[in-house]
């Protein structure tokens, strides 16, 4: 089995900044891309940010420049360090990879928990 935990949300304040975690656990023989998507209440789930095998990044607008994403390939985890946090990016954010389990020939698409993060005026 695969798991994707998050960790690192919480309650901040407007300015401040929060730094993410995801551990990719299991029997994994291979992770693609690794991304941050986040749901506001009442809206739909948005991509936030990816970070591909070979590092590459993209962003969403609303979050580029205060946003950066990163992983540690040695521990299948991915990093999302959130600066100048402001009340619009009050969410649940979710941690979502591209991985091929070492029981399997195929890729698959597998999405963690979610984690709360709140951001207050």
């Known amino acids: 089995q695969v798991q994707l935990v998050e960790s690192g949300g919480g309650l901040v304040q407007a300015g401040g900044s929060l730094r993410l975690s995801c551990a990719a656990s299991g029997s994994i023989f291979r992770i693609n891309a690794m991304r941050w998507y986040r749901q506001a209440p009442g809206k739909q789930r948005e991509l936030a940010a990816t970070i591909t095998s070979s590092n590459s990044t993209n962003y969403a607008d609303s979050v580029k420049g205060r946003f950066t994403i990163s992983r540690d390939n040695a521990k299948n985890t991915v990093f999302l360090q959130m600066n100048s946090l402001n009340p619009g990016d009050t969410a649940v954010y979710y941690c979502?990879?591209?991985?091929?389990?070492?029981?399997?020939?195929?890729?698959?698409?597998?999405w963690g928990q979610g984690t709360q993060v709140t951001v207050s005026s």
């Open positions: 979502n990879a591209d991985i091929r389990p070492s029981y399997r020939n195929s890729w698959y698409n597998y």
